[in-house]
């Protein structure tokens, strides 16, 4: 009936030229969203077929924990039905142009290396810009992971023109990682996430070489310390965003040359990670966005306790580009108080200061039966100060810095300075 309407009665947008409804309208839609749209009228049956951005994400459709629980007979049904969309998406699709966008994100493992490595092999065979692979396996999943395969050469002229690479839950060689990071020359956006080494004796490596970098985004997080290193050797002029989580303090950390660096995020280190003598710390001064998560760092956490290292460290610095920062995990604490009078004394351009008191292992209720006694002290130090911090920081803070608490267990309190 709505097909049989839509042909009589004309909408707006069925008025339209194809390459507006194409380009402007159905490409900003899901794959399974766009396809839909196919049944509006006899002129929308194929269109979605020429969009140039194919979004294969499927992952909401099956709960990963009930894939889990289930078992993986189920999983592997569900993910076969998954895989045989896919390959009828990119069987039937007519789009000559190059793609803008492949994104593929289901829980996907081995079994199904062959039909992914032609997936990755169409998308880049089609010139695709921007390229998303999450097998979304988690961190607790990794047997069976899929391998990124090494890069055949007839595809290095196409990788040239990928700018975002996004690649989740998998695994790939160091020296494959390599190889596609050199030959992506004009590469922009940089996403690895709880990738590790398809070398189960070696732990993985990222290099960033050459005589140049287009980089200008770099996020990187992990669990269990799948990373050896990070070095970031070839000069990253146009680099404003560098974030790396989760892990620890003795491995290589390293960026040669950023000089547009303003927007920086380092977290979850271990004991062992010297901030005030790393290499990124010179960085700092030039910095308008600063997150450090410190929840791990005991040796740079006894050093703030000794506030003449720090003056001495960093008397020189006022930090004229460092306009926000975010104090994460404050639990009120005399330290706490004391590391956030000092950031806002030294740094002479802020204009955002937000103190999240929030901690994971209570707000989200992640489990933690270790840590059930920590968490317990938590609550009842947070409970006690709930009520007088916000005013206590507000008298800190000078009137032309905005002040956003956000406290645990009520609403986010935005106070108007």
């Known amino acids: 009936m709505l097909a049989q309407c839509s042909e009589v009665l004309p909408d707006g947008l069925s008025l339209l030229p194809d390459d507006i409804l194409i380009y402007n309208i159905l490409s900003l839609l899901p794959t399974e969203e766009a396809a839909r749209t196919s049944i509006l009228a006899r002129r929308w049956r194929f269109l979605w077929l020429y969009v140039p951005s194919l979004d294969l994400d499927a992952s909401r459709k099956v709960a990963r924990t009930h894939t889990i629980e289930k078992g993986k007979k189920i999983g592997g049904r569900v993910a076969s039905k998954y895989v045989e969309w896919v390959d009828r998406v990119i069987g039937t699709y007519r789009g000559s ?9 289901f829980c996907l493992d081995d079994t199904f290396s062959h039909k992914i490595d032609s997936w990755l092999n169409f998308a880049l065979g089609k010139g695709v810009q921007v390229l998303e692979l999450d097998c979304c396996q988690g961190a607790s999943l990794d047997k069976n ?12 002229p196409n990788l040239r023109l990928l700018k ?9 060689t160091t020296d494959s990682l390599d190889h596609l990071l ?5 590469l922009e956006r940089l996403h690895l996430q709880h990738v590790r080494s398809a070398n189960k004796d070696l732990q993985l490596q990222v290099n960033v070489t050459g005589p140049m970098s287009r980089l200008k985004y770099i996020d990187i997080s992990e669990y269990h310390s799948p990373v050896s290193s990070i070095m970031i050797s070839a000069p990253t002029p146009d680099l404003v965003s560098f974030k790396y989580s989760h892990g620890e303090g003795g491995k290589m950390l390293h960026v040669e040359h950023a000089p547009r660096l303003v927007d920086m995020l380092i977290s979850g280190f271990h004991e062992g990670f010297d901030l005030l003598s790393h290499p990124l710390f010179r960085y700092i001064s030039q910095l308008q966005s600063l997150r450090l998560d410190i929840r791990f760092w005991d ?4 050093q703030f306790g000794k506030w003449s290292i720090i003056s001495e460290e960093s008397a020189h610095l006022h930090h004229q580009n460092l306009r926000v920062i975010e104090f994460v995990r404050f639990t009120g604490r005399k330290i706490d108080y ?9 740094v002479v351009s802020l204009e955002k200061l937000t103190v999240d008191c929030r901690n994971p292992l209570v707000d989200e209720g992640l489990p933690c039966h270790l840590h059930i006694n920590r968490v317990t002290e938590w609550k009842k130090r947070l409970l006690e100060f709930n009520q007088t911090l916000p005013s206590e920081l507000t008298q800190m803070v000078p009137s032309k810095v905005e002040l956003d608490v956000i406290l645990p267990f009520q609403a986010n309190i935005d106070i108007g300075i």
């Open 145 to 156: 992971r899929y391998t990124f395969p090494s890069m055949q050469p007839h595809l290095f």
């Open 338 to 346: 004391g590391l956030a009078e000092y950031l806002i004394r030294v």
């Open 97 to 105: 142009a190059a793609l803008s966008r492949f994104c593929v994100r």
């Open 182 to 186: 050199l030959e992506c020359e004009f």
């Open 164 to 172: 975002s690479l996004s690649l989740k839950d998998v695994y790939i």
């Open 299 to 302: 040796t740079v956490y006894r």
